[in-house]
């Protein structure tokens, strides 16, 4: 099982990262010998000219500490940093031109792998840890670059890569790994056409949600803000999803709601009802196990907050089926949750209409729209207990 931390909104520090990621890969196969490090393939398929620079950010497993590996896979651990923060050493690669791929070795690690078009991004360390690009804030120093990045565990149980859109959708790209036998496995690429499309369908959207969309003044489009920052930012309404809600909370008031949260467990059910306005969820012997107050929008966007998802065993896996739920607007159409079936996702006209846009433009359908889009395994993740190779692939943006 994988269980996503939401992480906080306007700084992070690399121990916060490192605790939400190494909890993002679960292990499959024990018995595979991987090595150190593995190659990972970086290949610039933009279109653009500008330069690419990258970064591989996190913990390094065998100790603990948090820094940055080099292009050969060495790791280099965070100086002490200060408050206000200081500037961070450079952990810069130099990525590949546009059309041209570059090798560099994934060393042991739980982080994330940045890339930033034309300017290298701008990472400041606090006494706590580095502190992440927070874009939602017009005042990070990395608010009008172009970058994006990718999430990854390799550990002795092999490698865990996705491409992630939890935070924000922006430059476009793919990830993949090589198995044993020779084939790859990819996810996280768009349909012919999905970039714009993507910005378009945001731009028609009614309610807000076109000012998600980040752009600079020079014309070029950044980042379309994931719904949660975009109330924070204030370019969403915070009512968004109060109409969705209160019907929710008006169902289940007279009928129930029932979770089976573990798909090889279909006799561990939750029974949900909503009483004097807090829904909760009974056992199979009629105990109570966990309550909800009725969430707002920025909870259910961010799988936090009143949709809080500890790593437990009862209300973690209850709160992240409720989270599906209310982001895919399956809760009043299906009692029974969690709802899989792709195709009765988002059909409520009041929905999370960034995931239903982004996931209609995904080649495979394929995203992390929201923390946990990995219910009943939507998300764009490939993985794998022997990997030979990993890659990342930069996709043209139109």
Same mark, same amino acid.
């Given at each position: /099982? ?13 121990? %916060? ?40 950010? *996190? ?32 952990? !810069? ?40 690009? =927070?874009?939602?804030? +017009? !005042? ?11 999430? #990854? ?20 790209? =793919? ?32 309610? *807000? ?31 968004? /999803? ?25 006799? %561990?059910?939750?029974?949900?009802? @909503?009483?004097?306005?807090? /829904?909760?969820?009974?056992?199979? !012997?009629?105990? @109570?196990?966990?309550? $909800?107050?009725? +969430?707002?929008?920025?909870?259910? $966007? ?38 899989? %079936? ?16 982004? &996931?209609?433009? /995904?080649?495979?359908?394929?995203? #992390? =729209? ?7 395994? &939507? ?17 043209? $943006?139109?």
């Amino acid at each position: /099982m994988r269980v996503h931390t939401r992480w906080p909104a306007w700084a992070l520090a690399s121990a %916060t990262l490192s605790a939400a990621l190494l909890t993002f890969g679960a292990p499959s196969r024990a018995e595979a010998a991987v090595p150190a490090t593995i190659p990972l393939t970086f290949t610039n398929n933009s279109g653009r000219s500008e330069q690419v620079y990258v970064y591989d950010l *996190g913990t390094q497993l065998s100790t603990g500490k948090q820094g940055w590996a080099d292009a050969n896979g060495t790791f280099h651990a965070w100086p002490v940093g200060g408050n206000p923060p200081t500037p961070a050493p450079d952990a !810069s690669i130099v990525g590949p031109a546009n059309g041209q791929s570059k090798t560099i070795q994934l060393p042991k690690f739980s982080g994330r792998i940045y890339f930033s078009f034309g300017q290298k991004l701008d990472f400041r360390v606090t006494t706590g840890g580095l502190v992440q690009p =927070a874009v939602q804030n +017009p !005042s990070d120093p990395n608010h009008n670059i172009l970058f994006n990045w990718s999430e #990854y565990t390799l550990n002795d149980s092999g490698l865990w890569l996705n491409s992630t859109q939890v935070d924000m959708f922006s430059a476009p790209y =793919a990830v993949g790994v090589k198995l044993a036998d020779g084939t790859t496995k990819s996810t996280g690429h768009l349909k012919a056409g999905g970039y714009n499309a993507f910005y378009n369908a945001l731009r028609s959207q009614p309610g *807000g949600w076109a000012n998600l969309i980040q752009t600079r003044s020079d014309g070029t489009v950044l980042r379309a803000l994931a719904p949660g920052h975009g109330i924070e930012a204030g370019a969403l309404p915070a009512t968004v /999803m109060n109409d969705y809600i209160n019907r929710v909370w008006t169902k289940y008031s007279s009928s129930t709601l029932t979770v089976t949260p573990f798909g090889d467990q279909p006799n %561990t059910k939750y029974f949900g009802r @909503v009483s004097g306005g807090v /829904m909760n969820f009974t056992n199979s !012997s009629g105990a @109570v196990v966990t309550s $909800f107050q009725k +969430p707002d929008a920025d909870s259910i $966007f961010g799988c936090y907050k009143l949709l809080d998802a500890p790593n437990d065993l009862v209300r973690g896996p209850i709160s992240r089926t409720l989270c599906a739920g209310f982001n895919r607007t399956t809760l009043l159409t299906n009692p029974s949750q969690p709802d899989t %079936t792709s195709a009765n996702f988002y059909a409520d006209a009041v929905t999370n209409q960034y995931a239903r846009n982004l &996931h209609a433009q /995904m080649a495979d359908g394929k995203a #992390y =729209a929201f923390a946990f889009d990995d219910v009943g395994n &939507h998300e764009s993740l490939v993985n794998d207990g022997n990997p030979q190779q990993a890659f990342v692939t930069l996709d043209p $943006f139109n």
